[in-house]
């Protein structure tokens, strides 16, 4: 026995079984539409907001490594306090490379007994400081305090 289908009854089977344009057969899920990314936004969508300026151009990045010293600590650029590491120093000079930017001013802690105040601004601030480091290796703490506005990076070496 042969069945034949009209038109409307194939279009009626079709919807049912879930072959129909859009839709996984092996779920009977309508598949989710992809978006061109490459697309330019629509001039009058609600989805774009528009991003305000920023009121400081961030110019924050990490200090460079000198030659023929050791990197020991570096702090990639961020906002605000943090707990930056430990170092263990050797016998010789740390040198602390600090950049920063934004309203206000920075404290850099580095051990016990070093404590600088370093001012920032809207313009990039770079600053060097040595500590003659004792003659035994040593462990020491390193921290900034800071605002939220004021960006910085480090890098300590020996």
Avoid: Y
């Amino acid at each position: 026995m042969r069945l034949f289908l009209t038109p409307l009854a194939m279009v009626g089977a079709l919807a049912l079984t879930g072959c129909a344009a859009g839709s996984d057969t092996s779920s009977g899920l309508a598949t989710t539409p992809t978006v061109d990314s490459t697309a330019p936004p629509n001039a009058g969508s609600a989805a774009t907001s528009p991003s305000a300026p920023p009121s400081v151009t961030d110019e924050v990045g990490l200090p460079p490594a000198e030659p023929g010293r050791t990197t020991l600590l570096a702090a990639e650029p961020q906002s605000g306090d943090a707990i930056v590491g430990r170092v263990t120093t050797g016998p010789g000079a740390l040198w602390i490379s600090l950049d920063c930017q934004g309203d206000g001013s920075l404290v850099l802690a580095v051990g016990p007994a070093s404590e600088f105040t370093i001012p920032c601004g809207p313009e990039l601030h770079h600053e060097l400081n040595k500590i003659d480091a004792a003659s035994s290796a040593q462990p020491l703490g390193v921290t900034v305090k800071t605002s939220a506005e004021v960006r910085w990076a480090l890098r300590i070496e020996q």
